[in-house]
């Protein structure tokens, strides 16, 4: 079955494939994007598929299947707290691409290697360049995941909740707050979605430790950002921030990778 979808046009199977799935969402009891979410979540299932095939379509579903399913967790209660995502946690465009442009510009830059852009370089170069790409895609979902389990189970479960500049107690749902418990559901979430990444055959084993630690740096620091910036500035919104974060993890994977190999290799 894999075969013959793998021979078909990427671009149209994707686009079919997304109307199919998302049509399902949509009829959910549970809104999980809205109606505007649900076009652009489209737009980047198709652009994953066409460049990334079924197994980088894969870390997309999982990641969204997991974060939404997380961000309900305890939904009452943080609602009741003023401290739950806008609109049930139902995710529109701003969300959409806060949480996967940067994977989606390494799924855009694996394309254009594919397509024979780089043709003219030297073949280890591009296949270099290929694999960090490849690696900077799974660790950016991996950072976003680590990002949405920490802050969500922090809110709901997290006993103690700390400043992470200060380390000075704060109110749970606090920009820039940190709690073990949602720290250590961070680091789970990010194992997850980088054996995912493995499974499917995008990154290899050294790569899991990659995404973990990057997923690790990254989040820290957006906490960072959010408890010395975000309140500073109006265009610092939590998409804009999702955005850094993203890159963060994605940029220090692909680095880590770089510094080993040269050093090792």
Known sequence: MLSLIDSANPWLVGAGLNAILLGLVWIAPKKLLTPAGLFHAWLLGVLIWATLGWQGYLVVVFYFLVGSGVTRIGMAQKEAEG???KRSGARGPENVWGSALTGALCA???GMINFGFLASSPQSLVSSLQLLLLLGYVASFS???SDTCASEVGKAYGKSTFLITTLQPVPRGTEGAVSLEGTLAGVVASIAIALVGWGVGLINLL???WCVLAAFIATNLESVIGATLQSKYAWLTNEVVNILNTLIG?????????IWTSTFA
């Open 207 to 209: 790569g899991i430790g």
């Open 108 to 110: 855009l830059g694996i």
């Open 250 to 258: 994605a940029i220090a994977a692909m680095l880590l990778a770089w």
């Open 143 to 145: 950072t976003k995941l």
């Open 83 to 85: 401290i739950a995502e």
